[in-house]
């Protein structure tokens, strides 16, 4: 019975995502309408209070797109006849191309370089890497981003990769290394925006796939997350 509930929790995630959704929709934009006919008509304090209207739609809409994409992590990979696993090389350059302006706008510098092929998809392992590099350029210190990835064997599993995640950004407490991966844990309260579940998702994608994660401090300041996945066949 309880195996049947946990299959049950993507569909159900999904549903109330899509439920959400279509109101939220409403409110953005008849608040965005009320904002454009009432111009310089409701004063400081009325315009004041659309501008909340709207932040906090925008804040909701960031947790629903959160709990989307948690929804997906709790999916078990494709099956697939024939496991020929894909290149965590092209999911690192689709990425760092995807967030090219936010990388560009942070003077940010990101490599990796001969990253191997995994087990895990080409999709999930994107995901993956979008999450910890948003993470980096988002929790920087003053200095410009620096985000190296870099992979190996695994010295604990020669049938695994160890793939490393380092910045130089402004890093996390040893005690909360662990608590991070938890479900909507903000650490730093609402000083960063965000919805708490980017790296939730990436230790039920990890996790998914067989591999582990975690993090530590760097020797060079900042943070480093490392988690392992299974060779491809």
């Known amino acids: 019975m309880l195996r049947n509930q946990t299959a049950e929790w993507p569909l159900f995630f ?6 959400l959704r279509e109101p939220l929709r409403s409110v953005q934009s008849f608040a965005e309408l009320l904002r454009e006919i009432a111009a310089d008509r409701l004063g400081p304090d009325g315009d004041m209070a659309t501008g909340e ?12 797109d959160g709990v989307s994409r948690y929804a ?17 090389q092209l999911a690192f350059d689709m990425t760092t191309l995807a967030l090219d302006k936010q990388i560009t706008a942070n003077g940010a510098i990101v490599t990796g370089e001969k990253l191997p092929r995994t ?4 999709e999930r392992a994107g995901h993956i890497f979008e999450n910890l590099i948003r993470n980096s350029l988002l929790f920087r210190s003053p200095a ?6 870099t992979a190996g064997p695994d010295p604990q599993d020669s049938g695994r ?3 490393r995640v380092a910045d130089n950004g402004i890093g996390i407490d040893p005690n909360d290394r662990e608590a991070v991966f938890k479900p909507f844990m903000r650490i730093n309260g609402r000083k960063y925006p965000g919805a708490g579940l980017g790296l939730t998702v990436c230790r039920n994608l990890v996790e998914g796939c067989g591999g582990r994660i975690w993090m ?4 060079e300041g900042g943070c480093l997350c490392l988690f392992t996945l299974p060779t491809a066949e």
């Open 216 to 219: 530590e401090g760097s020797p």
């Open 144 to 149: 410009p981003p620096v985000i190296e990835v």
């Open 14 to 19: 999904d549903r109330l995502v899509h439920d």
């Open 72 to 88: 997906g992590s709790l999916e078990p990979e494709p099956a697939r006849p024939e496991n020929k696993g894909s290149s965590l």
């Open 119 to 122: 087990g895990m998809s080409l």
């Open 161 to 163: 990769w160890l793939i």
């Open 53 to 64: 209207i709207l932040a906090g739609a925008a804040r909701i809409r960031l947790l629903i």
